[in-house]
């Protein structure tokens, strides 16, 4: 696998991602029952998220980079019950987004880069930030490739108020940036 230099620019994006310590944390308050409700009003009775009740939990697939090597850790997360309509939620914590492996801090490190620069394609980006899987069990649908950084942009596009750091960081970055349209 290539690997890029630390005196490359490139090397930075190689090091947004959470960390296992972040994950390991998260789960632990999970445990504990001690994480926030951040959710938003429930969609099918709006019932306000203070009446939430902790109902369980869930385990989650997380891939974290580590010397531009993508490792899963196992992280919990908190199921909520909307006492009016007995629905449940997923809580996140605020580095993983509903169906993304990858951590926020990558992928918004990976989103900004590209909006950043206008004449780079995914595959560039992707030949320049290579990021690989250990060579262990089902390895190859970890290795990150173009089609996955495509698919973020899509989604930063589409979220709300989960996102809205990540959309910031890109408006900030490209100004002309088409997101939000
Ligand atoms: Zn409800």
Redesign the pocket.
Known sequence: MPYTGASDPCKHLLNDTATSEQINQYSDQVRKGETPCHLPF??????TPDHFKRHGKRQRKILVIVEQVAHMVIGLLTCWK??????CFTGYPPFALPYKQYTLPTICAFSRRYAENDSITYRKLIQQNPIGSPQIGNAAEWQLDQSTVHRWIGTLGQFDTTTRKAQDLILQADPASTINS
């Open positions: 429930c969609p099918l009775c709006h019932v909307c006492p009016g309509c007995s629905t």
